[in-house]
Nanobody, 117 residues
Framework: QVQLVESGGGLVQPGGSLKLSCAAS????????MDWYRQAPGKQRESVATITIVGATGYADSVKGRFTISRNNAQLTVSLQMDKLKPEDTAVYYCSALNVYSRARYWGQGTQVTVSS
């Protein structure tokens, strides 16, 4: 059974930082690229950051230079360090795993991030 469990969300003031973590189980982690998506109220889910099986990273323009994605293949975890947070970063953040061979995708349950003073 595949499970992706996010943690680390919460309320933070503008300019602050949060670190999200996602723990994976039930998958061959080394065969999955890992992504963070977010969905704000009334908006479509959007890709925020991705990290490939070899560690290459990509970011949405809106978060480039502020967010950093990383993975630990030994611990089966992926993290998203979010710095210089803005109110427009407020959203539910989802961890997602994509099998690079079968293209099967799995999702976590999401964690709320609220940036507000």
């Amino acid at each position: 059974q595949v499970q992706l469990v996010e943690s680390g969300g919460g309320l933070v003031q503008p300019g602050g930082s949060l670190k999200l973590s996602c723990a994976a189980s039930g998958i061959d982690f080394n065969s999955y690229s890992m992504d963070w998506y977010r969905q704000a109220p009334g908006k479509q889910r959007e890709s925020v950051a991705t990290i490939t099986i070899v560690g290459a990273t990509g970011y949405a323009d809106s978060v480039k230079g502020r967010f950093t994605i990383s993975r630990n293949n030994a611990q089966l975890t992926v993290s998203l360090q979010m710095d210089k947070l803005k109110p427009e970063d407020t959203a539910v953040y989802y961890c997602s795993a994509l099998n690079v061979y079968s293209r099967a995708r799995y999702w976590g349950q999401g964690t709320q991030v609220t940036v507000s003073s």
